[in-house]
């Protein structure tokens, strides 16, 4: 079946600007999880939603960063204002459940390039 | 505070010998830990978790609590086993799911 798909896999944009990254989960996983790759600094977590449970934003760097996921499936990570330091991979993954016994499928990420 | 490290930045080994990617975690508590791959151009991936025991593409890790390390291990390197390889956690409790991750480890085996 179709894994974890993000968009665009590729976003270039100046400072100061805003963008919107787009993840869309396997069909029926009801964990989401973001986190960032940055040069160096291996992966960082991000967010991370389950079901309908309030999601755990505790990794989110800035209030410049925000996430929301619509109806349980897609999500789209915004990052308003962007920063020099916002360059990264931003991936995204889901899992059938949190907790023991799930795996979390990485998608391709999208790789962000703030100029 | 959890945290992964991973000494080595880089390791490179040849064709046929024996290779160990070091691990090394600080967790209060029972965790659960992993090794993921990312081969060139292709997506990050689970290799494999401690509580399934299992050998995968010939790697094994072992969890051992008294030295909180989880080292991969292969007797025999191959060249397509050459990637980037992140060691990562998962606790147990409120933070449930997230992952922790190391800063990698790229291996590279030569011909």
């Known amino acids: 079946g179709a894994g974890v798909s993000q968009s665009p896999s590729n976003k270039v944009t100046e400072k100061g600007k805003d963008v919107e990254l787009r993840c869309d989960p396997i069909?029926?996983?009801?964990?989401l999880y973001w986190y960032r790759q940055s040069l160096g600094q291996g992966l960082e977590f991000l967010i991370y939603?389950?079901?309908?449970?309030?999601?755990?934003k505790s990794g989110l760097p800035s209030d410049r960063f925000s996430a929301e996921r619509t109806g349980g499936s897609v999500s789209t990570l915004t990052i308003q204002r962007t920063q020099q330091e916002d360059s990264a991979v931003y991936l995204c993954?889901?899992?059938?459940?949190?907790?023991?016994?799930?795996?979390?499928?990485f998608g391709p990420g999208t790789r962000l390039t703030v100029l | 505070a959890q945290r992964v490290t991973q000494p080595e930045k880089l390791l490179s080994v040849f064709k046929g010998a024996p290779v160990e990617l070091k691990c090394n975690y600080s967790?209060?508590?029972?965790?659960?830990l992993f090794w993921y791959v990312q081969y060139s151009r292709q997506r990050l991936q689970l290799l494999l978790r401690?509580?399934s025991r299992e050998s995968i593409k010939g790697f094994t890790a072992d969890l051992n609590k008294g030295e909180t390390s989880f080292h991969l291990k292969k007797p025999f390197a191959q060249e397509e086993d050459s990637a980037m390889y992140y060691c990562?956690?998962?606790?147990?409790?409120?933070?449930?799911?997230?992952?922790?991750f190391g800063r990698g480890t790229q291996l590279t085996v030569w011909p």
């Open positions: 993954a889901s899992s059938f459940r949190s907790g023991g016994g799930d795996t979390q499928y």
């Open positions: 069909s029926g996983h009801t964990a």
């Open positions: 939603f389950q079901g309908n449970s309030a999601p755990d």
């Open positions: 967790y209060s508590g029972s965790p659960e």
């Open positions: 401690h509580i």
């Open positions: 990562a956690l998962r606790g147990r409790g409120s933070t449930l799911g997230r992952l922790y």
